[in-house]
T-cell receptor, first 113, second 111 residues
Framework: DGGITQSPKYLFRKEGQNVTLSCEQNLNHDAMYWYRQDPGQGLRLIYYSQIVNDFQKGDIAEGYSVSREKKESFPLTVTSAQKNPTAFYLC????????????FGEGSWLTVV | LAKTTQPISMDSYEGQEVNITCSHNNIATNDYITWYQQFPSQGPRFIIQGYKTKVTNEVASLFIPADRKSSTLSLPRVSLSDTAVYYCLVGEATGRRALTFGSGTRLQVQP
């Protein structure tokens, strides 16, 4: 089935550690996104990539890093510089010239312990 | 980027029609209006999209006035399973611009 796969679903991070959230899509979409959602809040854009080997900062990029070496993959690293990383992370993708139709993965919960 | 404004929350009862309005005063000529639904701990999912006038599908209708500065999502005869957060998103047709979401509208449907 076509879709967006995020892993792991649940992740625990110790203070000072970097962790990487995986996002893979087989929809052949050019654009990919990472959003953060805190409990009871809306989605905030962390990073987005419109094409392989290119990505742009969103509204809350500090403490995060990404790479886009392949069209299918857009991993997000939460670095130790992100002081409050506990949140729900959503990866998404979209097709250019489709309006703003965006497809989401099932999300990953990150908790600092 | 076109900023959107929605009510924070709405309450309804089963079987009623629910209308959620989104304001987007600085919408651009090439922008489309799209609505998404999100359940807890899940990614948002597409409901409906439109450019102008009225669009209807099997789950909702979208009303867009001529000036396109607002839009209204209409959910007919809601059920308990429609309890969710609804987001209005405005973005250009090319998809080349980053897609940012507002805070959404939390709809609570009561029995």
């Amino acid at each position: 089935d076509g879709g967006i796969t995020q892993s792991p679903k649940y992740l625990f991070r110790k203070e000072g550690q970097n962790v990487t959230l995986s996002c893979e899509q087989n929809l052949n979409h050019d654009a990919m996104y990472w959003y953060r959602q805190d409990p009871g809040q809306g989605l905030r854009l962390i990073y987005y990539s419109q094409i392989v080997n290119d990505f742009q900062k969103g509204d809350i990029a500090e403490g995060y890093s990404v790479s886009r070496e392949k069209k299918e993959s857009f991993p997000l690293t939460v670095t130790s510089a992100q002081k409050n990383p506990t949140a729900f992370y959503l990866c998404a993708s979209s097709v250019p010239y489709s309006g703003n139709t965006i497809y989401f993965g099932e999300g990953s919960w990150l908790t600092v312990v | 980027l076109a900023k959107t404004t929605q009510p924070i929350s709405m309450d309804s009862y089963e079987g009623q029609e629910v209308n959620i309005t989104c304001s987007h005063n600085n919408i651009a000529t090439n922008d489309y209006i799209t609505w998404y639904q999100q359940f807890p701990s899940q990614g948002p999912r597409f409901i409906i999209q439109g450019y102008k006038t009225k669009v209807t599908n099997e789950v909702a209708s979208l009303f867009i006035p001529a000036d396109r500065k607002s839009s209204t999502l209409s959910l007919p005869r809601v059920s308990l399973s429609d309890t969710a957060v609804y987001y209005c998103l405005v973005g250009e047709a090319t998809g080349r611009r980053a897609l940012t979401f507002g805070s959404g509208t939390r709809l609570q449907v009561q029995p």
